[in-house]
């Protein structure tokens, strides 16, 4: 039996499966269901269910083998040694099926590109260049109102943000849709804090763990990209592309959230001198957020942050998404060369605060697209 799990292990592992039946029967359908069910029910304790299984791991793999050990006498402990290999192998092999079975299998769904009215013609320098500057209107205009109230804290954002999470889904054509999980401050928070780690999924329990020290005008978008985790979008920048649209959906500090997360993904594909001219386009608030931000990942720890993202990308390529942690850089393609991503710019733009901040050229950019955004639908 242990033989038989080891090798189903390696097979779910290397047997192709196809894309169109993991989205169609599993992502779009089982998963959901199941998903409806974990999460509300991890959702009923603040402790973080992964922070006990990183405890009982840690604490209980050593144990169980010095008690086997122990247990099996002198002149036995070689063979008691490779039994209790082959057990900690079945054991991995079950953890990995589960883990494939209640979220994994999510990494080899169709691309959001295959579902959505995506053009890959859209995405050039000139439009890079454009939605970057917007972007620092955008900035220059939510930052005074984002910041007039009081941040949202996590336990507070599912019902701020909730509504705008279930209405993006329905915008990307699902008929199930995934619910809100309550964010979860972890025992891990040290590490993600070295590791430069903002947030991540437990894919045994379906919930939601969140950096402590992320900034409060950070929260709304890193809980928003979890949530599309949730929501079985496994892939980083697909993540990052729901997580923007949730919070371009929801209210203005949500929105606010969005472009400090999209700006500096925008600006490192432009020449220095762009970059410089947009930086010096920013208000004093904005300015300082971003200097918080740059201070707080500061703290991470370079060494810890390699050895982080060397992992990572192991564990994303072994997932079979072959550009490993570069994925989280696609979203600026998502953004730009997708109607909804042009859909979700062109929806603010005849707001009172993005009127009164805009410059003319870029109100005129606006304006025609909004109007081929007409013609489009």
């Known amino acids: 039996m242990r033989l038989l799990l080891i090798g189903m292990a390696l097979g779910l592992a290397v047997v192709p499966t196809p894309a169109a039946w993991v989205e169609s029967m599993y992502s779009r359908h089982t998963y959901l269901i199941s998903q409806n069910l974990l999460t ?3 959702s009923l304790t603040r402790v973080a269910l992964f922070d006990v299984l990183i405890v009982i791991g840690v604490v209980g793999l050593p144990v169980w083998w010095v008690l086997a050990l122990r247990r099996s006498g002198r002149g036995r402990r070689l063979r008691s040694a490779a039994r209790m290999v082959l057990n900690t192998a079945t054991l991995v092999a079950v953890m990995y099926v ?10 080899r769904r169709e691309p959001l590109t295959a579902k959505l009215d995506y053009q890959p013609q859209r995405v050039t320098p000139l439009a890079l260049a454009d939605l970057a500057g917007e972007a620092t209107v ?10 007039a109230e009081p941040w949202s804290d996590l336990d507070a954002l599912p019902s701020a943000l909730g509504p705008a999470f279930v209405s993006v889904q329905r915008d990307l054509g699902v008929g199930r849709t995934a619910v809100t999980g309550t964010p979860k401050v972890t025992l891990l928070t040290p590490y993600f804090r070295r590791a430069g780690v903002d947030g991540m999924i437990n894919p045994f329990s379906l919930e939601i763990l969140i950096n402590g020290s992320v900034l ?4 709304p978008f890193v809980v928003a990209h979890e949530w599309a985790h ?6 980083e920048s697909e993540a990052s592309f729901v997580g923007w649209l949730t919070c371009l959906t929801g209210p203005p500090p949500a929105r606010y959230s969005a472009w400090i997360f999209l700006f500096p993904h925008l600006i490192r594909h432009l020449d220095p001198q762009q970059q410089d001219e947009l930086w010096a386009q920013l208000d004093d608030g904005p300015m300082a957020d971003f200097r918080a931000v740059s201070e707080r990942v500061a703290e991470a720890v370079p060494v810890v942050r390699r050895g982080a993202n060397r992992v990572y990308d192991q564990y994303l390529k072994a997932n079979r998404v072959d550009e490993g942690i570069a994925s989280y850089g696609a979203v600026v393609d998502l953004v730009l060369g997708s109607a909804l991503g042009d859909a979700a710019i062109t929806s ?5 605060s993005f009127e009164s901040s805009a410059s003319p050229r870029f109100l005129s950019i606006a304006r025609q697209a909004g109007e081929r955004l007409s013609e489009y639908r």
């Open 216 to 219: 409060p005008f950070e929260r």
């Open 138 to 147: 955008r900035l220059n205009a939510l930052h005074p109102v984002a910041h």
């Open 98 to 107: 589960v883990f494939l079975l209640v979220w994994g299998l999510n990494y």
């Open 348 to 352: 603010y733009r005849g707001d009172a």
């Open 40 to 42: 509300p029910l991890s």
């Open 230 to 235: 949730l929501a079985g979008y496994a892939n």
